[in-house]
């Protein structure tokens, strides 16, 4: 038996599709952290005779935008327009996510690019559905008045 409480917060099929509705054409603005985010999916058969890890044999790799990226790509996937604010390096992996945020419909890029700042990486090594190991490559936090990246957002 459902009681009060839990049916006051369960949405039917009508009311959720007046919901994305809502949601449909809303400017949001996205603001924080931006990372390229990979993942590396590929077969394990053996143990690795120089430590007791797993050898990962690699299938495909693939790349998307991560973090506050991540969350613009779910606003346009809700019919949104995201306006994307954050900082990005000048360096290849900035090079690869400015092209990934580029060729998402629905987000608008107000993304800075810094001469001297490395682009956040998260890469995951994944087989057989479970995650094996994340390789995150990325310096210390930004310093300094990084408000003024955001202005016009």
């Known amino acids: 038996m459902t009681s009060a409480l839990e049916a006051e917060r369960t949405l039917d ?3 959720l599709q007046a919901l994305l509705e809502r949601v449909r054409g809303l400017r949001v ?9 990979r993942y590396v999916y590929g077969e394990v ?4 005779p120089e430590a007791p890890i797993p050898v990962l044999r690699t299938r495909r790799t693939i790349a998307m935008p991560g973090g506050v990226g991540n969350v613009a790509r779910n606003v346009a ?4 327009v995201a306006r994307l604010g954050a900082v990005a390096g000048q360096d290849p992996a900035g090079d690869e996510l400015a092209a990934l945020v580029a060729g998402e419909p629905g ?3 107000a993304v800075e690019r810094r001469a001297g700042v490395a682009t ?3 890469t995951r090594f994944v087989a057989a559905g479970q995650q094996l190991l994340r ?4 310096a210390a936090a930004l ?4 408000t003024a990246a955001f202005t016009g957002a």
């Open 120 to 122: 956040i990486v998260k």
């Open 45 to 48: 058969s053996r143990i690795s």
């Open 107 to 109: 987000i608008e890029d």
């Open 143 to 146: 310093m300094g008045d990084e």
């Open 77 to 80: 996937a809700l019919g949104g």
């Open 135 to 138: 390789l995150d490559e990325e």
């Open 29 to 37: 603005a996205c603001v924080g952290d931006l990372m390229l985010d």
């Open 13 to 15: 099929l009508g009311q």
